[in-house]
Nanobody, 122 residues
Framework: QVQLAESGGGSVQSGGSLRLSCVAS????????MGWFRKSPGQGREGVAA???????SYVDSVKGRFTISKDIAARTLYLQMNSLKFEDTGVYYC????????????????WGQGTQVAVSS
């Protein structure tokens, strides 16, 4: 059974940084590509960043240059480093195992974590 558990959310001022973590279990590493989604207040859930099995990454335009997705295979952990945070980055962030190949804007989530809240004050 695939399980994903996010952590690292919190409250931060505009311009600040946070690093989200997602510990994965229940499947063989490399079976899925991985992605981060977010659901902002009043909006639907959108893809933010994707990481493919070959290490390639993609980001939606709104976070390019500010967010970095990465993984630690030994620790079975996916990360999202978020720098220069903006008010509009506020939302619940979800880790997901997604179909490969993954593009941040169009990826399809198969399994989901419970989400972690990020609040950016302006």
């Amino acid at each position: 059974q695939v399980q994903l558990a996010e952590s690292g959310g919190g409250s931060v001022q505009s311009g600040g940084s946070l690093r989200l973590s997602c510990v994965a279990s229940g499947y063989t590493v490399g079976t899925y590509c991985m992605g981060w989604f977010r659901k902002s207040p009043g909006q639907g859930r959108e893809g933010v960043a994707a990481l493919n099995s070959d290490g390639s990454t993609s980001y939606v335009d709104s976070v390019k240059g500010r967010f970095t997705i990465s993984k630690d295979i030994a620790a079975r952990t996916l990360y999202l480093q978020m720098n220069s945070l903006k008010f509009e980055d506020t939302g619940v962030y979800y880790c997901s195992a997604v179909l490969c190949p993954a593009n941040a804007a169009t990826m399809l989530g198969l399994y989901w974590g419970q989400g972690t809240q990020v609040a950016v004050s302006s």
